[in-house]
């Protein structure tokens, strides 16, 4: 059996926390890693008091930069298969033996909880009508570019193969938002498999998300992203984003 350790990158995640925790499947609670991005509530003491490992950042590093920390830690570990699951409980953690099967079972390489499945359960399920479009505009144009057919590109639910993490260059990765954005266009010019199973959308006053003026900043972002996916493809241009790291 693989080796699967789940990371949580976490910031005041204390109120959502222990119900992520109590849904996470028991054969996975012995191997989850909390990284704490400097947060201003009780969240490394929710966390330590379910006994897992948690690692409090001493100062605010951002989404990417907190992601960073998670996948060094569950590589030291000796992870085979790492699932980065969002500790706000938007994402359900029941389908995780779903999203390991698939890579354990060689048919993907990485995984992606998907949120839209219809447009009447995702609006049902509280997300912003927005959000909705600009999710459904730049993921169908982010499948255009890249020749993939992910549901959705800005999921917070993601499993990883142990390959993938040493390929990829993530550390040259913004420490941002756009770090997801970017290493999902890294897996797919180096030629990951990549697929995506259903989870249900739940948005509450409690889980995170980022405000309009951000998520705009994270469009902006995107499309310059794929405009270097695309330079990149050309062989015009070498970027340091799409340098592997093997």
Known sequence: MPKVIIVLPAYNAEKTLPQTLT???????????LVDDCSRDRTVEVARGFGIAAIPHPVNKGYGGNQK?????????GA?????LHPDYQYNPKVIPH????????ICDMMLGNRIRTRRETLAGGMPFYKYLSNRFLSLLCNIVTGENLGEWHSG????????LETIPWENNTDDFAF??????????????????PVETKYF???????????LKYGLHTLLILAQF?????GLFKLRLFRRTL
């Open 157 to 164: 639910m993601r499993a990883y193969s142990r390959k993938v």
């Open 230 to 234: 695309l330079l990149q493809k050309s």
């Open 180 to 197: 997801d954005m970017q290493f999902l266009t890294q897996a797919s010019c180096f030629g990951f498999r990549m697929g995506d199973i």
């Open 80 to 84: 085979d298969i790492v699932v980065m």
């Open 99 to 106: 999203l390991v099967g698939v890579i354990d079972n060689n």
């Open 23 to 33: 849904d996470i499947p028991a054969e996975y609670r012995a191997n989850v890693i």
């Open 205 to 215: 006053e409690e889980a995170s998300s980022i405000n309009f003026r951000r998520s």
């Open 69 to 77: 920390t998670c996948y060094r830690e569950a590589l030291k570990a």
